[in-house]
């Protein structure tokens, strides 16, 4: 949740009017309620990003550890929609009528990376959308989801080459190749020495030839494809003192490969 808490209170001053008449509107909340819900989310997000950069971070900030997640201060008030989400977190009627990828059918450029948080529902995106319209094109980078931004990132600049296709009619070749434009490598570290060199074409995602492999979680730590074995481990979980997030697919929280072992120094209950 850590994306959805700093970008609502980050965002709750900065809402536009439109937004603020309808939740006015809709939920019978005044003016003088709204703006002071805005007062404390600022207040709220200086003490999230503070306990976000802590050692070890989030798990001695209140803001943070609060449960249950529906019903948050300041932001249950300006963005009400957000329990109707957390109180539907699985396939269900509700998401089903929500679904608006089904209605798409325009001509689409999807773009994310291999640590990018929205990488999971770009590429069912675009899966879902090409397999009934056959318009949609996917590229998938290294790094995190801002790395689209760094100008090492594109092998090249397709922008131009899809717009002028599909705006102005120009034959820019853009359709002539494979679908799915992909980086074989998952992070750089040195974003500055990087070059695009290393990416691959594909007709669609996953790859004709990837093969889908399952590993075991082993009783010793070790991950194996032989299946489960060795000793069984347990632990007590703790909700309010939860193990920290180092690395993975974030967008907020650093991303990518990190080293665990500051993690695994931590005390846990067995």
């Keep these: 949740m850590e994306r959805l808490w700093l970008w609502v209170a980050r965002n709750i001053p900065g809402l536009s009017a439109s937004h603020r008449h309808a939740v006015m509107r809709r939920f019978g909340v005044s003016a003088a309620e709204l703006d002071a819900a805005a007062a404390a989310a600022a207040a709220r997000y200086a003490r999230l990003d503070a306990a976000r950069q802590g050692e070890p971070p989030f798990i001695a900030s209140p803001d943070w550890m609060r449960l249950p997640l529906t019903g948050y201060p300041d932001f249950a008030t300006w963005q009400p929609f957000l329990d109707e989400i957390i109180t539907h977190p699985a396939p269900d009627p509700f998401r089903a009528a929500h679904n608006f990828r089904r209605t798409i059918e325009i001509p689409g450029f999807h773009v994310t990376t291999w640590f990018d948080v929205f990488q999971t529902s770009v590429l069912a995106a675009f899966n879902d959308i090409q397999s009934r319209v056959a318009n949609q094109k ?44 992909y980086s074989s490598r998952a992070w750089i570290e040195d974003r500055e020495a990087y070059t695009p060199t290393d990416w691959c074409y594909a007709e669609r995602w996953p790859p004709p030839d990837a093969r889908p492999r399952r590993l075991y979680l082993r009783g010793d730590g070790s991950l194996s494809a032989d299946g489960p074995g060795g000793p069984s481990r347990h632990y007590r979980y703790d909700p309010r003192r939860p193990i920290p997030t180092a690395g993975g697919r974030n967008m907020l929280i650093d991303a990518g490969p990190r080293d665990q072992r500051a993690v695994q120094a931590l005390p846990i209950t067995v």
Excluded: C, Q, S
């Design 138 to 181: 996917l590229w998938i980078g290294p790094n995190e989801h801002y790395f689209v931004y760094h100008r090492n990132f594109w092998p090249r600049d397709p922008y131009f080459a899809w717009f002028d296709y599909w705006l102005k009619g120009e034959p820019t070749g853009i359709l002539d190749e494979p679908a799915v434009f």
